[in-house]
Structure formats: structure tokens, C-alpha cells
Nanobody, 121 residues
Framework: QVQLVESGGGLVQAGGSLRLSCVASGNIFRVNDMGWYRQASGKQRELVAVITDSGNTNYADSVKARFTISRDSDKNTMYLQMNSLVPEDTAIYYC???????????????WGQGTQVTVSS
């Protein structure tokens, strides 16, 4: 099974910064697209940012000017640098990827367990 583990969440005051990390491990042949999602209490899960296998990125309008997504393919690791945080960013942040377990295999979607980000006023 493929495992995704997020880290770097925590409590921060408005205006502060956090950097989230996601490490993919397990039976992985190749990771394709990766992305960050978040889910605030009482709201639906939403896409925050995505990065393709070629390095192209897209962001939700609410975070585009403040967040930066990146990846290190050699380490199967993805990052989300979050600056100028506001209370509305408070949510559980989830790592997501599409990965194949062997050559020619199907690309499945995998999710991490989530990491809590709380931004106080």
C-alpha cells in the first residue's frame, strides 16, 4: 500500500507562516500529480494547490498570492509554504497524489491522514 504522511501543521498567529511536508512511501513505482486539500469544520473539502509531474502548478484563488506548492521528485516529497496566514486558513490539510505501484500499473488516488493548521487572531 502507498502511504502519505503530512507534517508541519500547528498553531500560528495571523500573519505568520508554516511549511507543510508530505512524504509518499510504500509500494510506489511512480508518482504523477500531487496536491494539497483542506477541510474546515462544517465545510466541504476543497483543493488548495496542485502540482503536476511536469512541475506546473495551480492554486485556489484564496491562497494564490500567499501559498507556494513544490515537490522534490527524488525524495517523493511535496511541500506547501504558507505565508500571511489568516484565521480563514484554519483547517485540516490533506496530502493527495496519484501513484502507480508498478510499471504499467493503474494510477490510484491516495490520501494522507491530514495535519491540523490553526490560525489565531
Amino acid at each position: 500500500q502507498v502511504q502519505l504522511v503530512e507534517s508541519g501543521g500547528g498553531l500560528v498567529q495571523a500573519g505568520g507562516s508554516l511549511r507543510l511536508s508530505c512524504v509518499a512511501s510504500g509500494n510506489i513505482f511512480r508518482v504523477n500529480d500531487m496536491g494539497w486539500y483542506r477541510q474546515a469544520s462544517g465545510k466541504q473539502r476543497e483543493l488548495v494547490a496542485v502540482i503536476t509531474d511536469s512541475g506546473n502548478t495551480n492554486y485556489a484563488d484564496s491562497v494564490k498570492a500567499r501559498f507556494t506548492i513544490s515537490r522534490d521528485s527524488d525524495k517523493n516529497t511535496m511541500y506547501l509554504q504558507m505565508n500571511s496566514l489568516v484565521p480563514e486558513d484554519t483547517a485540516i490539510y490533506y496530502c493527495n497524489c496519484n501513484a502507480a505501484r508498478y510499471y504499467g500499473g493503474t494510477y490510484w488516488t491516495f490520501w494522507g491522514q491530514g495535519t491540523q493548521v490553526t490560525v489565531s487572531s
